[in-house]
Nanobody, 123 residues
Framework: QVQLVESGGGLVQAGDSLRLSCAAS????????MGWFRQAPGKERLFVAS????????YYSDSVKGRFTISRDNARNTVYLQMNSLKPEDTALYYC????????????????WGQGTQVTVSS
């Protein structure tokens, strides 16, 4: 079945940038909205950003708006999260997920999840 694989995480210093990638396999994903979520150890998974299947509509949590940018390349079945001006509070395991329909910030509305990629930001 469809699988999502995140990559691009790492250990960086505050103020640095990272670009996360999420590659889909098993089906074309152009008809799916995509989302990014993050989760710190022992805490709930929180919404970060989402994008419509055509790429024309994007949404962000208040904590990342202005610093992070979500985009997609449907020809490559890949969604990206460009993260600039990283802060220690951005440290988390970052997940991508897909759903049919409009973009959503609700975790329960997503159908398939990747394994996550770790982002650690030192002060």
């Amino acid at each position: 079945q469809v699988q999502l694989v995140e990559s691009g995480g790492g250990l960086v210093q505050a103020g640095d940038s990272l670009r996360l990638s999420c590659a889909a396999s098993g089906r074309t994903f152009s008809s799916y909205s995509m989302g990014w979520f993050r989760q710190a150890p022992g805490k709930e998974r929180l919404f970060v950003a989402s994008i419509s299947w055509g790429g024309g509509s994007t949404y962000y949590s208040d904590s990342v708006k202005g610093r992070f940018t979500i985009s997609r390349d449907n020809a490559r079945n890949t969604v990206y999260l460009q993260m600039n001006s990283l802060k220690p509070e951005d440290t988390a395991l970052y997940y991508c997920a897909d759903r049919k329909g409009v973009p959503s910030s609700r975790e329960r509305e997503y159908d398939v999840w990747g394994q996550g990629t770790q982002v650690t930001v030192s002060s």
